[in-house]
């Protein structure tokens, strides 16, 4: 029987034959929804990734169950795991947090990253720090396509990209979900192109995540990708073509407005600043702003909202 959580665990004691007491350490801040935990009959295999110039060491684990074991290709979910590690380090600029990855007082820290596929999951992946659940349905028990791959390696970027945009800085409240959905789909994308050995990822988001925006856009349900989250409901159903794909879509645009640089600047500078607290729309702007030089005033921002955040069409004028 295996058992996980986000963090280390603490001690361990058995209570009678088949019985065992597990103790976790406590979390960093998290928010209540990424809480996470998994147990059962699980199939472990293990490996460790060093960051390349900190003294950063991240034990890695990937779990299936015993059934799946021989299907499990573990040695390429960790290239992927790796590959995506050092990227968004040098991405974002602000060390991996989760899994006990505190320095200690020599500077160096040591955390885990976890990522379980489980049978019958109810959604694709869910970003729990340091815990990624998956769907099943990404170990492939017959001869899987290029495409599968590529397709698996972006939901691994994905939800790596969610222990920055999400969980190290969440939204103030559902309106701005697009503040990590749109995101964690953007960089999926970015690391998988430039990160991994896969060359079309850009061409799979054009036909896949940017084709269901378009549809979506088109129904009597759309709404801006800041949207006006009344209740938890409406939250629900705002995980949709416009907050994952037209965003990422969006942000792909704005980073090539503002500049690859500048705009890696900002998230860099975002996360410095709001690392452990909660974000709106303005906090991101308002970085993007300081590294880019381009200032939106209220009225952009409003029309933004309005026109479902057309950046391409907004006019920021120049500061400096
Ligand atoms: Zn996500």
Not at 195 to 223: I, S
Request: aromatic share 12%.
């Amino acid at each position: 029987m295996a058992a996980a959580l986000q963090l280390p665990v603490s001690s361990q004691e058995t209570v009678s034959r088949g019985m065992t007491t597990v103790t976790f350490a406590e979390t960093a801040l998290m928010s209540s929804y990424l809480i996470g935990f998994i147990a059962g009959p699980y199939h472990e295999v293990t490996d460790e990734w060093a960051h390349p110039d900190r003294d950063l060491t991240l034990h890695l684990t990937v779990l299936v169950r015993r059934a799946m074991a021989d299907h499990l290709d573990a040695e390429n979910l960790f290239t992927i795991t790796k590959q995506g590690l050092t990227f968004f380090h040098q991405e974002f600029g602000y060390p991996y947090p989760w899994g006990g990855a505190e320095p200690n007082a020599e500077g160096s820290a040591r955390g885990k990253y976890e990522q379980v596929f489980v049978p019958e999951y109810n959604a694709g992946a869910m970003e729990n720090p340091g815990l990624v659940v998956f769907t099943e349905r990404l170990i492939f028990d017959t001869a899987a396509t290029e495409a599968q791959h590529e397709l698996r390696a972006n939901v691994i970027m994905h939800e790596m990209a969610h222990m920055w945009f999400g969980d190290l800085v969440t939204m103030h409240w559902w309106d701005d979900l697009w503040l990590k959905e749109s995101f964690a789909d953007y960089m999926g994308s970015l690391a998988v192109d430039e990160a991994t050995d896969f060359d079309t990822a850009w061409v799979a988001f054009a036909n896949g995540r940017k084709a269901w925006a378009y549809v979506q856009d088109q129904l009597p349900t759309t709404h801006p990708i800041v949207a006006d989250i009344p209740d938890l409901q409406a939250a629900h159903q705002n995980f949709d073509g416009i907050t994952y794909a037209k965003g990422a879509s969006v942000l792909k645009q704005l980073a090539a407005y503002a500049g690859r640089d500048a705009f890696r600047q900002a998230a860099q500078r975002y996360f410095a600043r709001h690392a452990f607290g909660n974000t709106g729309l303005s906090d991101f702007l308002s970085v993007l702003h300081e590294t880019t030089g381009r200032t939106c005033t209220p009225g952009h921002r409003h029309g933004w909202r309005q026109q479902a955040f057309r950046f391409s069409r907004s006019r920021c004028p120049r500061t400096r």
